[in-house]
């Protein structure tokens, strides 16, 4: 069963957890970017996607693909400050087509946000955010920017890698 790994990111920490993904399972990691990424090569995919304003990255690479993709078994992992829960399931779903997020798994890691590194236009959407955040934790964080990469938090995507790896094994 071969699998692969495709994503889309701004700044810099999907491209990492990609690669983290990658060496723990041993896949092939694309940016959506490489012109050589094709999806139809694999039977199953990992897609990695940030959140921007709460849009996935990934979504117009997805809508374009669809016919290659909807009948693979696909993983998602998005990555931004929020963490996994309702909102951020939200975002998704609001995302991708219906169909695609009724069928794949989703996990929600968190990611990385240096102020210095972002467009002006983010910046002042984040200080926006900030004004109508009752919590001071997540003021600060959209403020300040953040930092909650973890290497370990990848573990459920190589445990469902490893879980559709070795259901189609043993089916073969």
Not at 31 to 37: F, G, K, R, T
Not at 91 to 112: E, F, I, Y
Not at 118 to 138: A, H, N, Q, T, Y
């Amino acid at each position: 069963m071969k699998g692969a790994i495709f994503y889309s990111g701004q700044y810099g920490s999907t491209a990492k957890y990609a690669d983290w993904i990658g060496v723990a399972t041993g896949l092939p990691v694309f940016s959506i970017e490489d012109s050589y990424a094709d999806p139809t090569k694999y039977d199953f995919l990992v897609l990695g996607s940030s959140v921007i304003v709460y849009k996935l990255t990934i979504r117009k690479w997805v809508t374009q693909n669809l016919a290659k993709i909807a009948n693979k078994p696909i993983i998602l992992f998005s990555v931004s400050g929020a963490g996994p829960g309702a909102k951020l399931d939200k975002w998704v779903a609001d995302c991708l087509p219906k169909t695609l997020v009724s069928s794949m798994q989703h996990v929600g890691l968190r990611g990385r946000l240096d102020m210095n590194e972002i467009s002006w236009w983010l910046k002042l959407f984040m200080r926006i955010g900030s004004w109508k955040s009752d919590d001071p934790e997540v003021k600060k964080h959209e403020l300040e920017g953040f930092d909650f990469m973890d290497e370990s938090s990848i573990s459920p995507v190589v445990e469902m890698v490893e879980k559709i790896q070795s259901s189609r094994d043993l089916a073969a």
